[in-house]
């Protein structure tokens, strides 16, 4: 990965890297415990701790992994505003930072890929606008209005380029970026059960199964950028 990418060294294995595993792993545990046993205040007061145990995990790897961590603080700000779903701003500033999550992820795979900057922007842009017009006339079926469906479709199209950014990453940079690949199907899984039980059938123990598929999917990617980190 430092080679591919000239930006990242071989790290000296470190306490905080430990603790952050731990702290991820026994939050994660409590938090589909509390899932599974219907606890939401328990789970709430716990649920974004797996997510900044990972964020503080690469932040304390260096400058090389710095949208990664971001992208796990984003995604840990994400579970902070879903958790006041009666607060209509917070939730949409909770989407949002799940959406500005996925671009700094795209952000670090698009790095390995010399590609210049005007031309990533381009593409960028005919690629977003085409989700938006998706999102505008077939989203709003599902989310309700045509804004709403048209900032789905944006966010349906950065899962999509996320997945398919870890599927080339695997081929041309890393092999450890296929358990990333694998990990980002099932964080896509995780939204599809909300959208299911939302709007097409409730879906017994959801918490529990949209959590357990939401935790396994964010360890997955966070473990393919480790070990292409290390390795």
Do not use: W
């Amino acid at each position: 990965m430092a080679s591919a990418a000239n930006n990242l060294v071989s790290p000296a294995v470190s306490l905080p890297l430990f603790l952050s595993l731990a702290l991820f792993a026994i939050s994660s545990i409590l938090v589909l415990l509390f899932s599974l046993l219907d606890r939401k205040k328990a789970r709430n007061l716990i649920k974004i701790i797996p997510c900044l145990s990972l964020s503080a995990l690469f932040f304390s790897l260096g400058k090389g992994c710095l949208f990664i961590g971001l992208s796990f603080l984003f995604a840990a700000l994400g579970d902070l505003g879903l958790i006041f779903k009666s607060h209509r701003r917070l939730v949409d500033l909770g989407c949002l930072s799940f959406f500005l999550a996925h671009l700094c992820g795209i952000a670090t795979l698009s790095s390995f890929f010399l590609l210049e900057a005007r031309a990533i922007f381009a593409a960028a842009m005919l690629y977003y606008s085409f989700f938006l017009l998706l999102g505008l006339e077939e989203g709003k079926k599902i989310a309700g209005t045509a804004l709403l469906g048209g900032l789905g479709g944006v966010y349906f199209g950065s899962l999509l380029l996320y997945e398919a950014l870890f599927v080339i990453a695997t081929i041309l940079v890393s092999p450890y970026f296929a358990i990333g690949a694998i990990g980002m199907l099932i964080f896509i899984l995780s939204d599809s059960l909300i959208v299911i039980n939302a709007k097409i059938k409730p879906i017994k123990k959801r918490d529990f199964l949209v959590m357990l598929t939401y935790l396994f999917g964010q360890g997955l990617i966070a473990l393919s950028y480790l070990l292409a980190y290390l390795y």
